[in-house]
């Protein structure tokens, strides 16, 4: 029986129930012991819905949003684990625009190079056979199952990143990631810009912990330009997102975060 239902189904037969006051007491919250979780995988879908909801539905163009800021890779370029992780996280946040976008051949292309990327990152056939569904599932047009099994394509992927000696390439992933995202969001920001709709670029806590996080790096990937360009992004961008919870990002930030996510993709995408 699930745990859910033992109090009600022993009130049911009549059976005398625990008291409240028997069972232990929770400990009290200590702030000292919480612990920040690993951070999340990337994906602009929030941001994406939030700025059409301001400009309004219908009327932007995603697939040209898509072709303007979406980068094809190619895996064999990516030798370096490093270099694959960071292009991998390029490649997830380009997937969900070509959702948004509905796009089946840029849906397709997304889903060939991560399975690509993650061969590289030793990823088996088994772990992405989600890709074919996805593919197959783009090619019937049954959007939400793309949206679904991308989801569950992008996890498994990361799950091989999931041990302390990969934690540094899925912080790489999850920064290239948050970058592309945000060449995705003020793209379009800059294009329809008011204070309520720069808001959306809002993140200090994620900015900050993928700030620190990137820091610690240790020092042999530190010192690779494409890691590099990565820390430089993520620092100069943490005080342009680190805002209040109501209060604008100026259009000059906007441009200026465009402009660093920008140069620091085009980098870490180069062969």
């Known amino acids: 029986m699930k745990k859910s239902l033992i109090l ?141 099994e991308l989801g569950f394509l992008q996890t498994d992927i990361l799950q091989k990143l999931n041990t302390p000696e990969n934690m540094p390439y899925r912080t790489l992933v999850v920064a290239s990631g948050w970058l592309q995202g945000a060449r995705y969001a003020t793209s379009l920001i800059s294009a329809h810009y008011t204070p309520e709709l720069s808001n959306i670029l809002r993140e200090p806590v994620l900015a900050g912990e993928l700030k620190k996080q990137v820091a610690a790096l240790g020092a042999p990937l530190q010192k690779a330009p494409k890691v590099q360009a990565i820390g430089k992004a993520v620092d100069a961008a943490y005080p342009i997102v680190n805002v209040g919870l109501d209060a604008p990002v100026a259009k000059e930030d906007v441009a200026k975060l465009k402009s660093l996510a920008d140069t620091a993709v085009q980098t870490v995408t180069a062969k």
């Open 8 to 148: 009600p189904a022993i009130l049911a037969m009549g059976l005398p129930a625990v008291a409240q006051q028997d069972q232990p007491a929770k400990p009290d919250f200590n702030k000292a012991n919480a612990q920040v979780a690993a951070l999340p995988l990337p994906n602009p879908f929030d941001k994406l819905i939030a700025i059409e909801e301001v400009v309004g539905a219908g009327k932007i163009n995603w697939a040209s949003v898509a072709d303007a800021v979406a980068v094809d890779v190619d895996a064999n370029d990516f030798p370096e684990k490093a270099d694959a992780s960071m292009a991998l996280g390029v490649k997830i946040a380009d997937g969900i625009v070509a959702i948004k976008a509905q796009n089946v051949e840029k849906l397709n292309a997304s889903a060939d190079q991560l399975e690509a990327l993650g061969k590289k990152l030793g990823a088996t056939d088994d772990d992405l056979k989600r890709a074919r569904q996805v593919r197959e599932a783009a090619n019937r047009g049954d959007w939400m199952m793309v949206f679904l």
